[in-house]
């Protein structure tokens, strides 16, 4: 990923890439209201991976429930995909981003590794999940991104 970047004038920056291809990917839930948050790294989409996340999901929650909200990605809305007990899917209408506060968390993670040359994917997923881990230990970042205003609030977060 690249930012621009300040330069003298007349001088061109130079930034290294890597042009191959592996993937991997980043699962993240935010409570809004609290800014609490659980980022799972994994290395692929498809419903038996949203399944697993899913469960891994309902054992950080505990007792509680919870509401998730989603796009409409073929592995979310798969009638093979295993829904744990306690977890309901709200799905976004089409071509609605900007309605799901994750996205928001996305330009914060990507600041770890903007303009930055990894060797690899191991050593770029280990920088992305420090990121995830120092976003996970600042609540109230997150709550700024993802507590929309219009966002339902309980009477404690009210």
């Known amino acids: 990923m690249y930012r ?12 290294l890439g890597a042009h191959r291809y592996r993937w991997s990917y ?14 799972l790294l994994v290395d ?4 038996e991976v949203m399944g697993w996340v899913l469960r891994e999901l ?16 073929g592995w979310h809305v798969s009638g093979r995909l295993e829904v744990p007990e ?16 994750v996205e928001r968390v996305w330009p914060l993670v990507n600041e770890a590794v903007a303009n930055r040359y990894f060797q690899d994917l191991e050593e770029m997923m280990e920088v992305v999940a420090e990121r ?9 970042t997150l709550r700024r991104h993802t507590l929309f205003h219009w966002w339902p609030r309980t009477k404690t977060s009210a």
């Open 4 to 15: 621009r970047v300040w330069t003298r004038r007349g001088e061109r920056p130079l930034a």
């Open 26 to 39: 980043v699962y993240t839930f935010v409570e809004p209201q609290t800014g609490r948050s659980l980022s």
């Open 44 to 47: 692929g989409v498809d419903t």
């Open 132 to 140: 995830c881990r120092v976003l996970e230990a600042d609540p109230q």
């Open 86 to 101: 306690g977890i309901r899917l709200v799905f976004l209408p089409p071509y609605s981003p900007e309605l799901q506060p």
């Open 58 to 73: 309902r054992a950080w929650l505990g007792e509680d429930e919870a509401w998730v909200v989603l796009d409409r990605a």
